[in-house]
C-alpha cells in the first residue's frame, strides 16, 4: 500500500544563526549568568555572613604568617616553609610566655574592671544630679545594670561564627589552624581559584591576587605594629597616672586600635569612667592620654603603613564600617578596614584599569 503523502510541505531546514546574532546571544547568555552568580553570591553573605567573615578572618591571618615567613626567607635564606614553622613557633612562644606571666593579673584586672564599670556609671549619675541640664540628659539614659547587662550580652555575639565565650574560643582555634593551612600551601587555593576564571583572564586574576595579598599583609604588619605600640603607651600612661587596671585598659586599647576610628572610642570608655571616680582633673587626664596617643598613631603610623599599602580615605572607612555594620553587624565593624582595601583593589584594577582604561595607581598597581 502506498505510503500516504503529507498535505502540508516539508518545512524549510532552521536557518544558522548569523555571527552577530551568535554574539548577541552570547551577550545575554553572559549577562544572565553574572546576574544570577550576583544573586548567589548575594544571598550566600545575607545567609552564610558569619562563615564568610570567618572566613575571611582566617585569610588575613594566613596573610599575616606568609608575610612573616617570607621577610625570613629573605633575610637568612630558608625554605619558605620551614620559615614560616620558626614564625607559628615564635608567635606560640611570645603568646604563651607573656599570657603564663601576666595571666594573674589579667584575669584579677579583667573581674576587677566588670565589678569596677557599673560603679563608675552608678557615681558618674550621682554626680550629674547636682546639675539641672545633665540630670535632664541622664534621665533618658538606661539603669546601670541594665547597660551592663547588654554590654554582657553583646561581647559573646560580637564573635564571627559561633556564639558565647566557648564560641569565641572556637573562633580563634579555627582562625589559627586554618590561617596556618593557608599560610603553609597557598598555592593550592590561589590556583583552584585562578580556574574558575576563564582562561584568557587567568593571567589578569593571578595579578589581581598578588596585588590584593601584597596589600593587605602590609597592611596588616603595619596595623599589628601599631596595636603593640598603642596598647604598651595606654598601659604605660594609665599605670603613670595611677589610673587602676592600667594593664587591662592598655590591652583592650591595643586589641580595638584595629578598627579604626570607632575602636580607640570604645576602649577609652571604660578608661574614663573608672578615672572619673577619681576624680574629673584625673578624667581629663586620661582624655588627654588617649588624644595624644591616638594623634600618634594616626598622624605618624597611619601614614607610614599606608604609604606602603592601600589608602583608606577616612571619610570612605567611615562610611563603610557603617555599611558593613548594617549588614554583618560587630564582625562587620571589626574587619571593614580589610574589606575596604580589598573593595578598593578590585575597584582599581577591574574597573578603572581594565574597563576605563586609566593608568595603574602607584598603591594598587
Same mark, same amino acid.
Given at each position: 500500500?502506498?505510503?500516504?503523502?503529507?498535505?502540508?510541505p516539508?518545512s524549510?531546514?532552521?536557518?544558522?544563526?548569523?555571527?552577530?546574532?551568535?554574539?548577541?546571544m552570547?551577550r545575554?547568555?553572559?549577562?544572565?549568568g553574572m546576574?544570577?552568580l550576583?544573586l548567589?553570591?548575594?544571598?550566600a553573605?545575607?545567609?552564610?555572613?558569619?562563615?564568610?567573615m570567618?572566613v575571611f578572618?582566617?585569610?588575613?591571618?594566613a596573610?599575616?604568617?606568609?608575610k612573616?615567613?617570607?621577610?625570613l626567607q629573605r633575610?637568612f635564606?630558608?625554605?619558605?616553609?620551614?620559615?614560616l614553622v620558626?614564625?607559628v613557633?615564635?608567635l606560640a612562644?611570645?603568646?604563651?610566655?607573656?599570657?603564663w606571666?601576666?595571666?594573674?593579673q589579667?584575669?584579677e584586672?579583667?573581674?576587677?574592671?566588670?565589678?569596677e564599670?557599673?560603679a563608675?556609671?552608678?557615681?558618674?549619675?550621682?554626680?550629674?544630679q547636682?546639675h539641672?541640664l545633665?540630670?535632664?540628659?541622664?534621665?533618658?539614659?538606661?539603669?546601670?545594670k541594665e =547597660?551592663?547587662q547588654q !554590654?554582657s550580652?553583646? %561581647?559573646p555575639?560580637a564573635g /564571627?561564627?559561633?556564639?558565647g565565650?566557648? #564560641?569565641?574560643l572556637g573562633n580563634?582555634?579555627i582562625?589559627i589552624?586554618?590561617?596556618i593551612?593557608?599560610?603553609f600551601?597557598p598555592?593550592?587555593?590561589?590556583?583552584?581559584?585562578v580556574?574558575l576564571?576563564p582562561p584568557?583572564?587567568?593571567e589578569r586574576?593571578?595579578?589581581v591576587?598578588?596585588?590584593?595579598?601584597?596589600?593587605?599583609?602590609?597592611?596588616?604588619?603595619?596595623?599589628?605594629?601599631s596595636m603593640?605600640i598603642?596598647?604598651v603607651?595606654t598601659a604605660a600612661?594609665l599605670?603613670?597616672?595611677g589610673?587602676p587596671l592600667g594593664?587591662?585598659?592598655?590591652?583592650?586599647a591595643?586589641?580595638?586600635?584595629?578598627i579604626?576610628?570607632?575602636?580607640p572610642?570604645i576602649a577609652?570608655?571604660?578608661?574614663?569612667l573608672?578615672a572619673?571616680s =577619681?576624680g574629673?582633673? !584625673?578624667a581629663?587626664? %586620661?582624655?588627654?592620654l588617649? /588624644?595624644?596617643?591616638?594623634?600618634?598613631e #594616626?598622624y605618624?603610623?597611619?601614614?607610614l603603613v599606608?604609604a606602603?599599602?592601600?589608602e583608606?580615605?577616612p571619610?570612605?572607612t567611615?562610611v563603610?564600617?557603617?555599611v558593613?555594620?548594617?549588614l554583618?553587624?560587630?564582625?562587620?565593624v571589626a574587619l571593614?578596614?580589610p574589606?575596604?582595601?580589598v573593595?578598593m583593589v578590585?575597584?582599581?584594577?577591574?574597573y578603572?584599569?581594565?574597563?576605563?582604561?586609566?593608568?595603574?595607581?602607584?598603591?594598587?598597581g
Open positions: 500500500m502506498p505510503e500516504e503523502q503529507s498535505a502540508y516539508p524549510p531546514p532552521a536557518a544558522k544563526p548569523s555571527p552577530s546574532q551568535r554574539r548577541l552570547r545575554h547568555a553572559l549577562i544572565d546576574a544570577v550576583f548567589a553570591l548575594a544571598a553573605v545575607v545567609l552564610a555572613a558569619d562563615a564568610l570567618l578572618a582566617c585569610i588575613l591571618f596573610i599575616l604568617l606568609y612573616l615567613s617570607a621577610v633575610r635564606g630558608w625554605n619558605r616553609k620551614v620559615a620558626a614564625v613557633l615564635a612562644a611570645i603568646i604563651g610566655l607573656g599570657g606571666a601576666m595571666a594573674p589579667i584575669s584586672q579583667s573581674t576587677q574592671l566588670a565589678k564599670i557599673p563608675s556609671i552608678e557615681r558618674l549619675q550621682q554626680e550629674v547636682r539641672p545633665l540630670k535632664k540628659i541622664t534621665s533618658e539614659l538606661p539603669d546601670p =547597660m551592663t !554590654m550580652q553583646m %561581647v555575639n /564571627l561564627f559561633f556564639g565565650v566557648l #564560641g569565641a580563634v582555634v582562625i589552624f586554618v590561617g593551612y593557608f599560610a600551601s598555592g593550592i587555593y590561589k590556583r583552584g581559584f580556574r576564571v584568557a583572564k587567568r586574576a593571578t595579578q591576587l598578588d596585588t590584593l595579598g601584597d596589600n593587605l599583609a602590609r597592611w596588616l604588619v603595619g596595623k599589628t605594629i603593640i598603642v596598647g603607651a600612661g599605670t603613670m597616672l589610673v594593664l587591662i585598659l592598655g590591652i583592650i591595643g586589641l580595638l586600635d584595629f579604626p576610628y570607632v575602636g572610642i577609652g570608655v571604660p578608661a574614663v573608672i572619673l =577619681m574629673p582633673d !584625673m581629663l587626664y %586620661v582624655i588627654l588617649f /588624644l595624644v596617643v591616638q594623634t600618634i #594616626g605618624v603610623l597611619q601614614p599606608e606602603r599599602a592601600v583608606l580615605p571619610a570612605l567611615i563603610m564600617q557603617l558593613f555594620a548594617t554583618l553587624g560587630f564582625a562587620g571593614a578596614t574589606l575596604t582595601a573593595l578590585l575597584v582599581n584594577m577591574l578603572v584599569e581594565d574597563i576605563l582604561g586609566d593608568k595603574p595607581d602607584a598603591k594598587t
